[in-house]
């Protein structure tokens, strides 16, 4: 794992973008994982301007979507997916064959999840992960107490993950459960990106990347991934 600090919140999702644009123009059929939430929105605006002015093709990449609110409808603006949609999707111009999302209103969980292993198998894996991290250490909905080698499973989510989603909703929202690619998947992508800004995230970050591996703090994992990065800004880097 190696860190990278950029001066603040746009260098940084500038960097992150750029990561994204360069697999692109190497491997046009890349397979993209990306999360949702505060910390990639940038990210996915520099993707877009950058595809825009250096004409990058994403036509031929697959995107898959690290995880979904359960039994949030895909019209509410708070959804990971209304979220992809508007932020890069459509600025992009993905067909719906290229993207990968969980269906937060699936009756069978379970079968979503193996449905989405299945898209990982079939596509080689996934060359890129950009995630995000919680206050309480979690990527995606891989909360702390998780067994590490899962792969897409449902959970009920930590109370505050519960409060904190909050945000993303124009109303206070019922949220119980959510639907994530497992920590197995992360150790098993080619490259993984975490990102972090701002000084809420200064103390995870200390934790994550300074103190042990241990299950109570999922994203310590990214520790023992070989090609693991994590990008933070001066604010999120400020207690290491
Ligand atoms: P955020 O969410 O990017 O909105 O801070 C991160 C997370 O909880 O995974």
């Not at 890349?30 to 990639?40: D, K």
């Not at 490259?191 to 109570?216: P, R, Y």
Request: glycine share 8%.
């Amino acid at each position: 794992m190696e860190v990278k600090v950029f001066k603040d919140y746009d260098e940084l999702s500038q960097q992150a973008a750029d990561e994204v644009i360069n697999l692109v123009k190497q491997k046009n059929d890349a397979v993209i994982c990306f999360a949702s939430g505060n910390t990639p929105l940038g990210t996915c605006q520099w993707i877009v301007k950058k595809a825009m002015t250096e004409k990058i093709d994403f036509s031929k990449c697959s995107f898959i979507g690290l995880d979904e609110w359960v039994g949030i409808s895909p019209d509410n603006s708070g959804s990971c997916r209304f979220f992809f949609y508007e932020n890069l999707f459509k600025p992009l111009q993905m067909a719906d064959a290229q993207i990968f999302l969980f269906d937060a209103l699936a009756t069978d969980l379970n079968n979503e999840c193996r449905k989405m292993d299945n898209v990982v198998a079939e596509k080689r894996g996934i060359d890129l992960m950009i995630v995000g991290i919680g206050i309480n250490g979690h990527i995606g909905f891989n909360e702390p107490g998780v067994d590490p080698n899962l792969l897409s499973y449902a959970i009920d989510l930590h109370e505050s993950t519960k409060a904190v989603g909050q945000k993303y909703f124009t109303g206070a929202t019922e949220l119980a459960q959510g639907i994530t690619l497992g920590l197995d998947h992360l150790m098993n992508s080619k490259k993984v990106i975490l990102m972090a800004n701002g000084k809420s995230k200064s103390e995870v970050i200390k934790k994550a990347i300074k103190e042990s591996v241990t299950e109570e703090m999922p994203a310590s994992i990214m520790q023992k991934h070989k090609n693991g990065f994590v990008f933070i800004d001066e604010e999120a880097a400020s207690l290491l």
